[in-house]
């Protein structure tokens, strides 16, 4: 069974941090590349930082320098470490492999004020 469970968001003023965690279930997690995506109101969903099963990462321009992507490959989680945030990080935040499984969990909102 699939299973995709984000949280951890919430509301920041501009320049604060937050830290979102997934839990995955091993058919989504193990041994893919697992990415964070975020989709904000109007947008399309966007891709903005992966890690490899091995630990390497790569993140969007939008929030290189300021996000940070890691996993725990014991307990199937993939966290991303927000630091520096502003008003257009706002979204709501999900995890998925790379490429993308077609079930997407509920996600969770981050709101950024200024």
């Known amino acids: 069974q699939e299973l995709l469970v984000e949280s951890g968001g919430g509301l920041v003023q501009a320049g604060g941090s937050l830290r979102v965690s997934c839990a995955a279930s091993?058919?989504?997690?193990?041994?893919?590349?697992m990415g964070w995506y975020r989709q904000a109101p109007g947008k399309q969903r966007d891709l903005v930082a992966t890690?490899?099963?091995?630990?390497?990462?790569g993140y969007a321009d939008s929030v290189k320098g300021r996000f940070t992507i890691s996993r725990d490959n014991a307990k199937n989680t993939v966290h991303l470490q927000m630091n520096s945030l502003k008003p257009e990080d706002t979204a709501v935040y999900y995890c998925?492999?790379?490429?993308?499984?077609?079930?997407w969990g509920q996600g969770t909102q981050v709101t950024v004020s200024s």
């Open positions: 998925n492999s790379m490429p993308y499984k077609s079930y």
């Open positions: 890690i490899t099963n091995g630990g390497s990462t």
């Open positions: 091993g058919s989504i997690f193990l041994g893919n590349v």
